[in-house]
């Protein structure tokens, strides 16, 4: 794999830098450690143009190359937050925050783009300027949607924008993507169930929620497979319910939760309206009140056709035309890297680190092998999109 010699060189300084920020994971936009290792680092590069504070903790530092006045601005993007997880990996590097891990790989993520940055600021065979985006609150708040609405793209001038997951179970250094939705939107659905408590020897005194809220779990199930054209992609998962405190005791309250998951935005309407007519419709039938609180959260990821060849082609340079896949199956996972491609044409790809537990696992460690060929990717991608002159 041509992984450029410069950044091979000083490999072993990304996985130090990857292995420090894995022992300090944070969370959401309170990523402040993180971001001022990243800021340090930028520093130490020698970039000089670095705006801090986006987003809460969010960064964007720019490098000017030739005619940085009059060429376009290309935007390279890596999250930061870590997930609210115990670490079960054993490493001599694990998590020193208990209930936090890194165990997205969002700490791999950001070592790649430091990477990239390192070689770019020295080298600057590029024209224009790249925008290096490091966005906090990825996993839960919607970063990448807050870093787009206080204006990074319009304050930046950034023309088009690229992002990068690593992907354990696929081959080591395999690139993979696909034009058009890559990732689903996501949504979250609460259900808040009143009845009246009693005895649990007594049921005829009291409106039981665990009745109703059984029925109305069974009642979701059927959107999926009664209200919607099975062809078009659908999840919904049910994914807690809690109530009750004892074996003799009918609880007052009972609480449903779960995640929609979907890339249609007619799909996304019949789900919301169902479930608010069922809990319309069954809070009554079982003498119980059942409120939905319906939150849409990330939209789907969508490539653009023409960046994600472009960026296809790219990683051919890098990774060989054999190891990389342009039109992989669209998956139901979501990213909110999708407002930044709502905002502006760019790619998003998967980068194979080889076998090893999956993301969101307490086993997961990123492979820092992959770390060379993602850095040299996001600077290929610069130099071939906005070559010297």
Same mark, same amino acid.
């Given at each position: 794999? =041509?992984?450029?010699?410069? @950044?091979?060189?000083?490999?072993?300084?990304?996985?130090?830098? *990857?292995? /420090?920020?894995?022992?300090?994971?944070?969370?959401?936009?309170?990523?402040?450690?993180?971001? !001022?290792?990243?800021?340090?680092?930028?520093?130490?590069?020698?970039?000089?143009?670095?705006?801090?504070?986006?987003?809460?903790?969010?960064?964007?530092?720019?490098?000017?190359? $030739?005619?940085?006045?009059? #060429?376009?601005?290309?935007?390279? *993007?890596?999250?930061?937050?870590?997930? =609210?997880?115990?670490?079960?990996?054993?490493?001599?590097?694990?998590?020193?925050?208990?209930?936090?891990?890194?165990?997205?790989?969002?700490?791999? /993520?950001?070592?790649?783009?430091?990477?990239? &940055?390192?070689?770019?600021?020295?080298?600057?065979?590029?024209?224009?300027?790249?925008?290096?985006?490091?966005?906090?609150?990825?996993?839960?708040?919607?970063?990448?949607?807050?870093?787009?609405?206080?204006?990074?793209?319009?304050?930046?001038? @950034?023309?088009?924008?690229?992002?990068?997951?690593?992907? =354990?179970?696929? =081959?080591?250094?395999?690139? $993979?993507?696909?034009?058009?939705? @890559?990732?689903?939107?996501?949504?979250?659905?609460?259900?808040?169930?009143?009845?009246?408590?009693?005895?649990? !020897?007594?049921?005829?005194?009291?409106?039981?929620?665990?009745?109703? &809220?059984?029925?109305?779990?069974?009642?979701?199930?059927?959107?999926?497979?009664?209200? /919607?054209?099975?062809?078009?992609?659908?999840?919904? #998962?049910?994914? $807690?319910?809690?109530?009750?405190?004892?074996?003799?005791?009918?609880?007052?309250?009972?609480?449903?939760?779960?995640?929609?998951?979907?890339?249609?935005?007619?799909?996304?309407?019949?789900?919301?309206?169902?479930?608010?007519?069922?809990?319309?419709?069954?809070?009554?039938? +079982?003498?119980?009140?059942?409120?939905?609180?319906?939150?849409?959260?990330?939209?789907?990821?969508?490539?653009?056709?023409?960046?994600?060849?472009?960026?296809?082609?790219? &990683?051919?340079?890098?990774?060989?035309?054999?190891?990389?896949?342009?039109?992989?199956?669209?998956?139901?996972?979501?990213?909110?890297? #999708? +407002?930044?491609?709502?905002? *502006?044409?760019?790619?998003?790809?998967?980068?194979?680190?080889?076998?090893?537990?999956?993301? /969101?696992?307490?086993?997961?460690?990123?492979?820092?092998?992959?770390?060379? @060929?993602?850095?040299?990717?996001?600077?290929?991608?610069?130099?071939? !999109?906005?070559?010297?002159?």
């Amino acid at each position: 794999m =041509p992984v450029i010699n410069r @950044i091979a060189g000083f490999a072993e300084d990304m996985t130090a830098w *990857r292995r /420090h920020l894995h022992e300090t994971p944070e969370l959401g936009f309170d990523c402040f450690e993180t971001a !001022a290792f990243v800021e340090g680092k930028l520093k130490e590069f020698g970039i000089t143009e670095i705006h801090t504070g986006i987003a809460k903790t969010g960064i964007v530092a720019l490098i000017r190359g $030739q005619d940085a006045d009059t #060429s376009p601005v290309i935007g390279l *993007r890596a999250d930061m937050d870590a997930l =609210p997880m115990t670490e079960e990996t054993g490493l001599p590097y694990a998590s020193k925050v208990e209930g936090k891990m890194h165990a997205c790989g969002h700490d791999g /993520h950001t070592t790649m783009l430091l990477g990239a &940055a390192k070689y770019l600021n020295e080298t600057k065979n590029f024209s224009g300027t790249v925008a290096l985006i490091f966005q906090p609150a990825e996993e839960d708040g919607g970063g990448g949607g807050v870093m787009v609405e206080e204006g990074v793209m319009d304050r930046f001038n @950034i023309k088009e924008v690229y992002g990068i997951h690593n992907a =354990p179970g696929v =081959p080591f250094g395999e690139m $993979q993507t696909t034009p058009g939705p @890559i990732m689903a939107a996501v949504d979250t659905f609460h259900i808040n169930i009143t009845g009246v408590g009693g005895h649990g !020897a007594m049921p005829h005194h009291s409106k039981d929620p665990v009745v109703a &809220a059984v029925g109305i779990v069974q009642a979701i199930q059927t959107i999926s497979s009664r209200n /919607h054209y099975a062809l078009n992609d659908l999840v919904i #998962s049910v994914t $807690q319910i809690h109530t009750g405190s004892a074996e003799n005791v009918i609880p007052e309250t009972a609480y449903i939760n779960g995640t929609v998951r979907t890339f249609d935005k007619e799909v996304q309407a019949i789900v919301m309206l169902r479930m608010q007519e069922i809990c319309n419709g069954m809070g009554p039938a +079982y003498g119980v009140e059942a409120k939905l609180d319906y939150e849409v959260w990330y939209p789907a990821t969508v490539n653009d056709a023409a960046k994600t060849a472009f960026a296809a082609d790219v &990683a051919r340079d890098v990774v060989g035309a054999d190891n990389v896949l342009d039109d992989i199956s669209r998956e139901m996972g979501a990213e909110d890297f #999708s +407002y930044m491609l709502e905002a *502006r044409p760019g790619a998003y790809l998967f980068l194979g680190a080889g076998e090893g537990p999956a993301v /969101h696992n307490p086993k997961y460690n990123f492979n820092d092998e992959i770390s060379p @060929i993602g850095a040299s990717f996001f600077a290929r991608l610069v130099e071939t !999109a906005q070559p010297a002159k």
